[in-house]
């Protein structure tokens, strides 16, 4: 590569990594307690479980649970009802002031066995609460996200951009070569090269995944467009069916199942919220399987005559964002998994730490016998080739 185009690839790089490296160490460090959120809610006695009783025994019916919800919050609505994934004994009944998606909502756990409020858990308060807001959208709703997501595109081009600058930067040096006898912002730079190369793939799944996460709204909004509007053409003109005229959630839910059988719930979409229409009680199904667990099915049942309409296979893009989603975490391979997820981000935030030293360590004169002595050294000590500006953010990625 000539030094032109090295040139160009460095000025890429640089200005790609300088723009998103902040926000980037942000997710980083916010993202690292969001890997064991389920551990930390035990250990912060904020995680709800049903109590533990034989196998067997019988469950209420879903309309007993919504009714037993609605009466700790008699003001508002139903907008959700949700189950754990690996936890039947428990409902998580969320309801708002109106069907719209909103941030004013109230959570009640429900014992799905005996019917007692397990707990009103605060989902929007706390230490975990801070993180995940910082991690998903800034606090600043669908414009954060958009934003975040844009900074996961500028990081794609930092490490694409890093790798085509790593070969001509390593081509006199061994792979993994870090200089400790040089000063020390040549060792930094190794190493944060070396790193960077380590966690170059690893980067490049969470941060084009995390990319796709930012886009989660605007993709369901256009499912509802291209797809559900056909199927909800015969209810064209009509209001949203009033709750006096929806019929038991309970016989809705066994004709979901009956639909698609070795599934089990996830959550339920009550008519005229985000994830169903006005007309219909929407069930999200899951596979039994530790993949297919991770997506969903949905089907469709008219509320007033619990009969199912449809059970529409979900497109590409949104399997693609629901696969995305628990591969951001680290959610599929449990334990091990999450360990390794998070010794990965704590690489990367010493990649990006370390780039940001080097930025910043760029403008800060060298003392005349280091220059000296540097100078008597061979022409190819740095790799043979015109050494351009450290960028705040790594040589080979963001």
């Given amino acids: 590569m000539n030094s032109r185009k090295i040139k160009t690839w460095a000025w890429v790089h640089k200005w790609s990594s300088l723009v998103c490296t902040v ?27 049903a109590p533990k009783m034989p196998a067997g025994t019988p469950h209420i019916s879903l309309d007993r649970v919504l009714d037993i919800a609605k009466a700790r919050h008699p003001d508002r609505v139903v907008q959700f009802a949700s189950q754990p994934e690996d936890d039947d004994g428990l409902w998580f009944v969320t309801l708002t002031p109106t069907p719209e998606p909103t941030d004013d909502f109230k959570s009640v756990a429900v014992d799905s066995r005996t019917g007692a ?94 990319m796709i996460n930012t886009w989660a709204d605007l993709l369901i909004k256009y499912w509802q467009y291209d797809q559900l509007s056909a199927l909800l053409a015969p209810y064209k003109g009509e209001p949203t069916v009033p709750v006096a005229e929806r019929g038991s959630v309970q016989r809705s839910m066994d004709a979901a199942m009956q639909r698609a059988p070795n599934t089990k719930l996830s959550f339920i979409a009550f008519p005229g919220t985000a994830f169903s229409s006005p007309h219909h009680t929407t069930f999200f199904l899951r596979g039994n399987e530790p993949f297919t667990s991770k997506l969903f099915q949905p089907v469709l049942v008219d509320a007033k005559t619990t009969e199912v309409t449809a059970s529409p ?86």
């Fill in 117 to 210: 409020v397990l707990a009103q858990p605060k989902f929007d308060e706390g230490f975990m609460y801070v993180m995940f807001k910082l991690h998903v959208d800034l606090f600043a709703g669908l414009p954060g996200k958009l934003f975040l997501g844009f900074m996961g595109l500028l990081l794609l081009v930092a490490i694409v951009s890093g790798v085509v600058l790593y070969s001509p930067f390593m081509r006199k040096l061994d792979f993994g070569t870090v200089r400790r006898d040089k000063r020390p912002r040549l060792k930094w730079l190794d190493l944060h090269n070396l790193l960077g190369v380590v966690t170059l793939v690893w980067l490049f799944v969470v941060g084009s995944t995390g």
């Fill in 313 to 398: 296979k979900l497109p590409w893009y949104l399997t693609a964002l629901l696969v995305s989603q628990p591969l951001h975490f680290g959610d599929y391979g449990g334990m091990p998994m999450q360990i390794l997820w998070a010794l990965l981000d704590i690489a990367t935030i010493i990649v990006l730490g370390s780039g940001l030293y080097l930025w910043l360590k760029k403008g800060k004169p060298v003392p005349a016998s280091t220059k000296a002595a540097h100078e008597k050294r061979a022409p190819d000590s740095e790799g043979g080739v015109p050494q351009p500006e450290p960028a705040p953010a790594m040589k080979v990625q963001a």
């Fill in 23 to 49: 926000f980037m160490l942000l997710l980083c460090i916010t993202g690292l307690p969001l890997i064991f959120h389920h551990e930390i809610g035990h250990l912060l006695g904020t995680e709800v479980e």
